[in-house]
């Protein structure tokens, strides 16, 4: 996974553009033993003025409900102002002690199955820092489409407007899944406001007109489910993230 980092890090400024990025590092535990002590060592790391000093955003411990044919049963979620700042975290947490400790705790426990850096473009419906469940909806379209995808978005948040009980985003994927170029992400409070929601997106007229127009230029490849089990946010939250890029 390290090695990962490195050359993506490497690349990044001629890849991506300025802006909000969150990265997503996909791990498979097989034991509550394991799952335990990844815990106390993200716990030991989170809280160490090491990560006070050099964290510029929030890093989200999550879980899959659902994610399909993947093996991944947890995520590292990391959310950060730029690119930048997120190349000078994992520096740091690549050279130094407390991060070499954590990366012992975690190979030790874990095996890595996939990474992803997202950027983000926009939030939409209602940013709150109480929504731990997450879907998480990928899609590919032509790049000469994108302008296309960002006025579907911004039509659907004014159609919804006042009905959804959430919060939705736009995300760029920049590197680590070649047929996937962008991701919808949809936040809820609980699985209960989730499914109550679920339960009208076929009868609501905005959610139809939304499908409708993405049909026509959109593939949808599939969906993750997942909650945040620990947030770690004392640099920056999610609504911070969400409101600020």
Do not use: C
């Not at 001629?14 to 002590?37: R, T």
């Not at 520096?91 to 400790?101: D, F, H």
């Not at 590919?140 to 296309?148: E, V």
């Amino acid at each position: 996974m390290r090695k990962f980092f490195i050359i993506v890090l490497t690349f990044a400024s001629i890849k991506i553009a300025a802006g909000q990025v969150w990265a997503q590092y996909d791990f498979q535990v097989e034991s509550a033993e394991a799952q335990a002590e990844i815990i106390a060592a993200t716990n030991e790391l989170m809280s160490s003025d090491f990560a006070k000093e050099n964290l510029k955003g929030s890093v989200h411990l999550d879980a899959y409900i659902s994610n399909g044919s993947s093996s991944a049963t947890h995520s590292f979620a990391v959310l950060q102002p730029s690119m930048a700042a997120h190349q000078d975290w994992m520096m740091a947490l690549q050279t130094s002690p407390e991060g070499q400790k954590f990366y012992s705790a975690l190979n030790s426990n874990s095996t890595a199955v996939s990474e992803r850096i997202n950027s983000f473009i926009g939030s939409y419906g209602t940013a709150s820092n109480e929504d731990y469940v997450w879907l998480i909806h990928q899609l590919t379209i032509d790049p000469a489409d994108t302008q296309r995808l960002i006025k579907a978005f911004e039509q659907v948040d004014k159609d919804i407007k006042g009905q959804f009980p959430g919060q939705f985003g736009l995300s760029a994927v920049a590197f680590g899944q070649d047929d996937v170029t962008h991701l919808l992400t949809v936040g809820y409070e609980s699985v209960a406001e989730m499914e109550s929601w679920e339960d009208q997106v076929a009868t609501n007229e905005g959610t139809q007109k939304f499908l409708k127009t993405m049909s026509k230029f959109a593939e949808w490849k599939g969906n993750d489910l997942l909650y945040n089990a620990i947030v770690f946010d004392f640099a920056r939250n999610k609504e911070d993230f969400l409101l600020n890029n």
